[in-house]
């Protein structure tokens, strides 16, 4: 028997070979011959595509089923993230089902509570017993043709785009080997640890801001890298939302995209978390590290801030109970007629401004307490 954590020689030596080539061949290749600007524009692209069938395809469309699209796109994001070869979209997406069902236990493949090289590459590289490795909880995608086919087909598709394609772009200008080293090794080796660093780096670096208890973090600097995925303290908590960054200026380019295809019907029923759950989880964030600099803070701060930062709480709970209810009402009265759920809609969008602007009031007081206590400040306002 196997011993368990023992290496994947075979998975070591393709993930060390891929970017050994990527990175060594592609810089003596350049060193010999230079660079043509169709090389640095072919890794780009096929960057940018891979990284996409990653993000907007196998995490946000099949994993999270966040959103629906038509079978053409199904079948191009299919395509585009096969050609990242991070396996099929059926064990690519119980892994991440996994993940976030049972976040950080030995029931999550790649728990950041084995370290960071585990939940980086570690996972893949070591021989999981085949009880974990079992692929389960998707048998709403095994019934898809573009997974079954894929499924069938997963390394023929990868080689014909993944590294045919670029070799016959290559021989158009007459530099197959350099089409190659930069479209297809170094390529692979950049959208394999962008989507890795989601795994670690977006477990280690940034804020919380939506949950305290999560170890999954927010940091806009690892969203460029990762496609859009850095507000992963976000996803973490709202996993069915199509969207990771959810300020439209947030780097996230499979949400503006999908939005997009929205815009001309080719992608519907986005799911988006309601403004006031977004920000009743921002205030439990927030009052739980209060909570916890409280609990071990002098008797002085404590006595001076605990019952303040009841009174906060308190007060946005109010708040939360009523913008919950108006929501309710007018969604429940949204009918077929388009006229009249236009001044609902209106409606709606009035009571979440609103309601945000008191909330975020009442943020802010917590935020500067928080603050307080951790330079140790006596003020109360
Ligand atoms: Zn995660
Ligand atoms: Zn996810």
């Known amino acids: 028997m196997k011993k368990q954590n023992s290496y994947n020689w075979n998975m070591v030596f393709f993930l060390s070979i891929i970017p050994l080539i990527g990175f060594v061949g592609t810089g003596i290749y350049v060193y010999h011959n230079g660079i043509v600007w169709q090389e640095p524009l072919l890794l780009l692209v096929f960057w940018f595509l891979s990284g996409m069938g990653i993000t907007m395809g196998y995490h946000r469309l099949f994993a999270h089923k966040s959103y629906e699209t038509t079978n053409f796109i199904q079948w191009v994001l299919m395509i585009l993230g096969s050609l990242a070869f991070e396996n099929t979209i059926l064990k690519w997406s119980s892994d991440h089902r996994k993940h976030h069902t049972h976040p950080e236990t030995e029931?999550?493949?790649y728990s950041i509570k084995e370290g960071f090289w585990h939940a980086h590459i570690g996972w893949i590289l070591k021989n999981t017993p085949e009880?974990?490795?079992k692929i389960i909880g998707v048998k709403d995608l095994e019934?898809?043709?573009?997974?079954?086919?894929?499924n069938k087909y997963y390394f023929h598709i990868g080689i014909l785009f993944g590294m045919v394609l670029p070799l016959c772009i290559g021989l158009l200008y007459g530099r197959p080997l350099g089409a190659i080293l930069w479209g297809t090794f170094l390529r692979i080796t950049l959208v394999h640890h962008a989507t890795f660093f989601i795994n670690s780096l977006c477990h280690y670096v940034g804020a919380r801001p939506y949950d305290s208890n999560s170890t999954a973090r927010d940091s806009w600097f690892v969203s460029l890298f990762t496609f859009?995925?850095?507000?992963?303290?976000?996803h973490h908590k709202f996993q069915w939302?199509?969207?990771?960054g959810i300020k439209w200026f947030a780097f996230d380019p499979s949400k503006w995209i999908i939005n997009f295809l929205s815009y001309f019907g080719f992608a519907y029923n986005l799911k988006k978390a309601k403004e006031y759950l977004i920000w009743e989880s921002r205030i439990e964030s927030i009052k739980n590290q209060l909570n916890d600099k409280l609990s071990s803070a002098t008797d002085s701060i404590a006595n001076l801030y605990i019952s303040k930062v009841e009174l906060l709480y308190n007060q946005s709970q109010d708040i939360f109970t009523i913008w919950k209810e108006l929501d309710l009402k007018y969604n429940k009265s949204i009918s077929v007629d388009k006229l009249k759920n236009k001044e609902i809609i209106k409606k709606i969008r009035n009571i979440n401004k609103e309601n945000i602007n008191k909330v975020k009031l009442i943020k802010i007081d917590l935020d500067q307490i928080l603050l307080n206590i951790k330079r140790g400040k006596l003020v109360l306002d």
């Open 228 to 234: 859009g995925e850095g507000y992963h303290n976000y």
């Open 107 to 109: 029931n999550d493949p």
């Open 143 to 150: 019934k898809k043709s573009v997974v079954k086919f894929q």
């Open 241 to 244: 939302d199509y969207r990771n």
């Open 131 to 133: 009880e974990k490795n």
